[in-house]
């Protein structure tokens, strides 16, 4: 059942828990996500991420998106993630994705705005929920980051979060306190304060979003939740899950011809667990 990100936020709020967003950047992994959020019986968001477009063009994978969400069992959003490109998220809009992240969070805070309250404008008419980012997440060392940098430096400022949001209309906000894409070296621990505040500043304004959760220990995500994290992106963590799956094959073969088919059908059924693992975390405090 394909629907508006803003309903499953919605359903969220009110019984306490954080919607799966699952990047599907190829067959195997769509049909992952569908599988596994139809065996839990649970809502998600399946993502399409601008930096994906050079693996699979938004052109080709939004049908296959939009076919698996209208024909699930359960409730499901076909969403954009970190598109900063304004002719790529005006190509979404016209390809039928229900959600779209404008992230504008590289540019300074008024142009970020200005933009984004552009955007909502455009877009809200359409019943097409809009995410924005307040705060930049670094990249883990392991994926390019600068290992001088501090975190710190890039966290969401409460008091910004909640004009942003009064000033721009969007549904949802991704926030800083703590996580970086990728998997970094050591677990990434949450400035919960930081979210809390945050939260309580922004209230009804829009849902807050974490990005980054494949590299947070569980008892912080279940800290995240409680927090008022209200979806989660999560992809590299079941995404390497899968390569060393295949590794695990290819070297039981020792050397005798492994089969690709073969292969994608390991591959798909690792990231079903793995996704499956997930959804429980984000669904572990749910009432």
């Known amino acids: 059942m394909l629907v508006p990100l803003k309903t499953l936020l919605e359903d969220a709020k009110q019984h306490r828990y954080a919607v799966g967003s699952f990047n599907t950047p190829n067959l195997e992994t ?3 996500v569908v599988q ?8 998600v968001t399946l993502n399409h991420a601008s930096a994906h477009n050079n693996i699979i063009p938004v052109e080709e994978i939004a049908p296959l998106m939009l076919k698996y969400a209208r024909e699930s069992k359960v409730p499901m959003s076909v969403h954009i993630d970190h598109g900063k490109d304004e002719i790529f998220v005006h190509k979404a809009i016209q390809l039928g994705f229900t959600s779209i992240m404008y992230d504008c969070s590289d540019k300074s805070f008024e142009e970020n705005v200005r933009l984004l309250k552009e955007f909502v404008d455009l877009v809200h008419p359409l019943g097409i929920t809009v995410e924005a980012e307040l705060g930049n997440m670094i990249l883990s060392a392991a994926d390019g980051g600068d290992p001088n940098k501090k975190k710190e430096d890039y966290y969401t400022d409460p008091d910004k979060a909640a004009e942003f ?3 721009t209309g969007v549904d949802c906000l991704a926030i800083t306190f703590g996580t970086e894409h990728g998997i970094g070296e050591n677990p990434q621990m949450l400035d919960i304060e930081r979210l809390k505040e ?3 500043k922004v209230g009804d304004r829009a849902a807050l979003v974490m990005h980054g959760g494949s590299g947070t220990p569980e008892e912080e995500i279940e800290k995240a939740v409680l927090g008022g994290i209200r979806k989660i992106n999560y992809f590299s963590a079941i995404d390497v899950a899968a390569t060393e799956a295949i590794k695990v094959e290819i070297e ?8 690709y088919a073969d ?7 690792m990231l079903r667990e793995k996704c499956i693992e997930a959804i429980k975390m984000f669904n572990s405090v749910k009432i």
Do not use: F, N, Q, S
């Open 198 to 200: 945050i939260h309580a």
């Open 165 to 167: 949001c009064d000033r």
């Open 263 to 269: 292969l994608t059908y390991i591959a798909t059924e």
């Open 252 to 259: 039981k073969a020792e050397g005798k011809p492994v089969h």
């Open 36 to 43: 596994a959020a139809e065996a839990m019986g649970t809502p």
């Open 30 to 32: 769509l049909r992952a």
